[in-house]
């Protein structure tokens, strides 16, 4: 029986981005080859990486003057890249979980690092508002979802500076306007691929500003200019992006999508608020449309395991919330359907009924 999916990443994709992805393992397209034995030099996979970056550009309406290119590392390289490239003097950050103060850290190994707003004494559980950016920031630099915590900047922030952002977690959830960024970037491993490709969007204009030599591999011109073929890309998992591309064009693009999201994440949010058993863990106005927190009331506590054994029983995999939150997390990324959303609130149901 096919499970139903709630992982934070690795997690869902398409039954469209499995199955074809499966059907190139065994021949790619009729090259008589296995997608996992072709060379990356091959016309047949140069065109996959071509159509894969401008479905990305038609996607997310990327303006000219930005170019996309496809990375290893994950975006944890990019905590290092980012400020290898960008920041000279001065840069800033909103620091709101995990990731975003991994990103500080890598930041802080370059230049001075203003925290302009942070909610880690309340373990993340709002985004800061109302900050200040110092004006003699290189950029603002921010984490568009905070997949641990359940916390989402769903907008493109209105600020003084240019934006630098990690969407790992929401890109192509919704439309962004990448004309107000220098850099986007995401793990590929949650919307779009299997693990082991990092997607990068990057203003060409803004690159070449730091006085520090950036070495080969670290330097986004490298990758540029070489069209993500420096040294060997990861082959397959940019096979498997290309072909959850071509799904979201079918589904009509990236405003559909973000209106399936919203639904989605307003079933689960609307049964977490009626149920009795259980309750969010964050700010109502931050709460995540990918990742759902939540956490069994104080009164009923003690049934944790006992109806994370239930939803398990019931086909649910992936709903432990991670280790510095407890309770449960169920990530509702593109590919999952309402059917698994709609299972996941029946169980509550029926699990309070029995309560
Ligand atoms: C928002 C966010 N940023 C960064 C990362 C780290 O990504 P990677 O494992 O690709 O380095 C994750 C991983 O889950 C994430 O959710």
Not at 38 to 54: I, L, P
Not at 209 to 227: F, G, N, Q
Not at 290 to 301: A, G, P, R
């Amino acid at each position: 029986m096919k499970k139903h999916n709630f992982s934070a990443g690795p997690s869902i994709l398409s039954e469209y981005t499995i199955r074809n992805s499966a059907a190139a393992v065994l021949d790619f397209e009729g090259t008589g080859l296995s997608i996992l034995e072709v060379s990356h030099r091959g016309k047949e996979f140069v065109a996959v990486c071509d159509e894969a970056r401008s479905k990305i550009k038609e996607l997310l309406d990327v303006p000219s003057g930005y170019e996309v290119i496809f990375l290893g590392g994950g975006a944890s390289l990019q905590f290092c890249m980012v400020p290898f490239n960008f920041l000279n003097q001065k840069a800033s950050y909103l620091d709101t979980g995990t990731w975003a103060s991994n990103a500080i850290k890598e930041a802080r190994l370059f230049g001075e690092v203003a925290v302009v707003g942070s909610s880690k004494d309340a373990n993340y559980t709002f985004i800061p508002k109302g900050y200040a950016i110092p004006d003699d920031s290189e950029y603002f630099h921010f984490t568009s979802n905070n997949t641990i915590y359940g916390t989402q900047m769903r907008y493109d922030p209105d600020v003084n500076v240019r934006l630098i952002c990690d969407m790992s977690s929401d890109i192509f959830s919704r439309p962004v306007d990448v004309s107000k960024y220098d850099v986007i970037y995401a793990g590929a491993q949650k919307n779009l691929a299997p693990a082991g490709v990092t997607l990068v969007i990057v203003r060409e204009a803004a690159l070449g500003r730091v006085s520090r030599a950036i070495p080969t591999m670290l330097d986004y011109k490298t990758h540029i200019k070489k069209e993500s073929m420096f040294n060997t890309p990861p082959v397959f998992p940019i096979y498997a992006a290309l072909q959850t591309l071509k799904w979201y064009q079918s589904l009509g693009g990236l405003k559909e999508i973000e209106q399936k999201n919203l639904e989605k994440a307003a079933i689960l949010y609307d049964e977490i608020d009626r149920n009795k058993l259980f309750r969010g863990t964050v700010a109502a106005e931050d709460r995540s449309i990918m990742n759902v927190c939540f956490v069994m009331t104080d009164e009923y506590k003690e049934l944790e395991a006992e109806f994370s054994a239930y939803a398990s029983a019931a086909g649910m995999v992936g709903i432990k919330g991670h280790r510095s939150v407890g309770g449960f997390r169920a990530s509702l990324y593109n590919a999952m359907p309402k059917s698994s959303v709609e299972a996941l609130v029946e169980s509550m149901k029926t699990f309070e009924r029995q309560h």
